[in-house]
Antibody
Framework: QVQLVQSGAEAKTPGASVKVSCKASGYTLTSYYMHWVRQAPGQGLEWLGRINPSGADTIYAQKFRGRVSLTRDTSTSTDYMEVTSLTSDDTAVYYC???????????WGRGTLVTVSS | QSALTQPASVSGSPGQSITISCTGTSSDIGTYDHVSWYQQHPGTAPKLMMFGVSKRPSGVSIRFSGSKSGHTASLTISGLQVEDEADYYCTSYTDSHTWVFGGGTKLTVL
């Protein structure tokens, strides 16, 4: 069965960077796009960006361009999302979500809580 | 890209029907049928409930249906059940080749 297993919670100070992983199993990673979505405490969902099946192409929400980077390690079936120059506004649960070949997010990871605090 | 507009909350009694609207622009919902809906219970990841405006994923109850008119998409839940109480989010593909979410709607089953 499809599973997306994300790395554990992170606590960072302002100005630092964080890298979250999302290991895929139960399907061929290189056949699907992957999206990243975040949710601040008590807030709604926010789309960050997407990486293509080969990992060679990415697109980001304008708000996050230059600060968010998505990469893919096909040898380990793992996707990564890195956010730099963290502020308290980046405190959120970060999700990876598979693109189900029909412009939707059909499987989600359980989320990784990133807390930014001095 | 501005967020899609959803009502903050809707409510209904068990057995009733409710509809959640999701309004966008000509840059997203008005142009593309790539609208999907997600259900999120507290402390859990979102779950896909509808895609392509009106297509139900395998395993999702037929009580859930979707539609679109102009710049507005809608999710209708008929025969409300207590377990339907959750937050619901719409999303759409945009002409910037990105995705945008709605602000979310809290459904209360009274």
């Amino acid at each position: 069965q499809v599973q997306l297993v994300q790395s554990g919670a992170e606590a960072k100070t302002p100005g630092a960077s964080v890298k979250v992983s999302c290991k895929a199993s139960g399907y061929t990673l290189t056949s699907y796009y992957m999206h990243w979505v975040r949710q601040a405490p008590g807030q709604g969902l926010e789309w960050l960006g997407r990486i293509n099946p080969s990992g060679a192409d990415t697109i980001y929400a304008q708000k996050f361009r230059g600060r968010v980077s998505l990469t893919r390690d096909t040898s380990t079936s793992t996707d990564y999302m890195e956010v730099t120059s963290l502020t308290s506004d980046d405190t959120a649960v970060y999700y990876c979500a598979r693109d189900g070949h029909d412009w939707n997010f059909d499987f989600w990871g359980r989320g990784t809580l990133v807390t930014v605090s001095s | 890209q501005s967020a899609l507009t959803q009502p903050a909350s809707v409510s209904g009694s068990p057995g009733q029907s409710i509809t959640i609207s999701c309004t966008g622009t000509s840059s997203d919902i008005g142009t593309y049928d790539h609208v999907s809906w997600y259900q999120q219970h507290p402390g859990t990841a979102p779950k896909l409930m509808m895609f392509g405006v009106s297509k139900r994923p395998s395993g999702v109850s037929i009580r859930f249906s979707g539609s679109k008119s102009g710049h507005t998409a809608s999710l209708t839940i008929s025969g409300l059940q207590v377990e339907d109480e959750a937050d619901y989010y719409c999303t759409s593909y945009t002409d910037s080749h990105t995705w945008v979410f709605g602000g979310g709607t809290k459904l209360t089953v009274l």
